[in-house]
């Protein structure tokens, strides 16, 4: 028995002393990524409650508090919309608190970078904190989140807008006939890429034998949208560069699929599905790691694009300090690269984390909506389907206006 509990004090320190270990090595060059892993752990965690927690939670008195008790999936969702909350929160709360940082001298900065001990556990205790608050408070979160995913919808559409544009501009720069053929040969790719898609949509989505107006509908939709996007960009009034058309068409095209895709399994037109009703543990934790890498992805290039409120600067420098003491022109230099201004917006890029946890527990529950067998699915229902449709839409809307608004408004810089 001694000899059991020196084992288990042995254990507890080693684990303190790696945590402490792994938290101290995060640097100002990776602060970024650490926020990104403690969201993607957020997720997993989400996902894991998603599964385990609904039989402990229909023993909490203030959650299951009904005359009847609900069925499993609704302690299944009302488990990850807790966990979003709690994280919603953390970033929420960092958001604020770093508005108006403009250079490392600021001692916000630091906090930004470091501290990560303290925020694991001010994280957790959100979370936790979270399951003793009255259902009440958490259906009004649910009703808001279906807003803010819409937003960080939008936030991606104005990222990937702003990477295609950059990208052409960047390639037509170079003024050589090998980038004038490099973009040619990757906008051919994708428009071929484009219409044999939309071939494909058509045989999984629309097939013979059954009424799939709606499907047809999305598919026919998107292709004129194509040509639009074509037709604009080749206008003389407009001059634009075949590149981020073909690109936007192929997203738009994707878009379509996914949000097909998304239908349930059980209806007649989602050809994907038809022979296949099982959901198994692969294909969940396939969906979840393509919403983990979508999110992350534009959360990090929102914090950190031109385009969404960051300031100008200069790579940042490490903030190791060395174990000599530094002389005057060490300690200027220093001081000079405190005085930097920062990479970019820290205030917008928690917000970014903070939509992105509304927008993950909509994919994770189905937006709140998903019956049956489409709740044990990652981003399945109707209502995934009219966001993805509408996502489409609004980026072709976009793409179309940042082609003629310089025309339109020729004294405005765009």
Known sequence: MWAASCLASCCAGCACDACRTVVSGISRRSARIAYCGLFALSLVVSWILREVAAPLMEKIPWINHFHQTPDREWFETDAVLRVSLGNFLFFTILAIFMIGVKNQKDSRDSLHHGGWMMKIICWCILVILMFFLPNGIISFYEATSKFGSGLFL????????????????????????????????????????TFSFSGLLFYLFAPSGHDCGLNTFFIVMTLILVFVFAIITLHPSVSGSILPSSVISLYCMYLCYSGLASEPRDYEC????????AVSTSSLAIGLLTTVLSVVYSAVRAGSSTTLLSPPSSPRAGSGKPLLPLDKADEEHEEKEKSKPVTYSYSFFHLIFSLASMYSAMLLTGWSTSVGESGKLVDVGWPSVWVRIVTGWATAALFIWSLVAPIIFPDREF
């Open 154 to 193: 939008l936030v991606q559409v104005v990222l990937l807008l702003d990477f295609i544009h950059g990208w052409n501009e960047k390639w037509v720069g170079y003024d050589e006939q090998f980038w004038y053929i490099a973009l040619l040969v990757v906008s051919l790719i994708c428009y071929v890429a």
């Open 270 to 277: 989602n050809g994907l599905h038809r022979h296949s009703k």
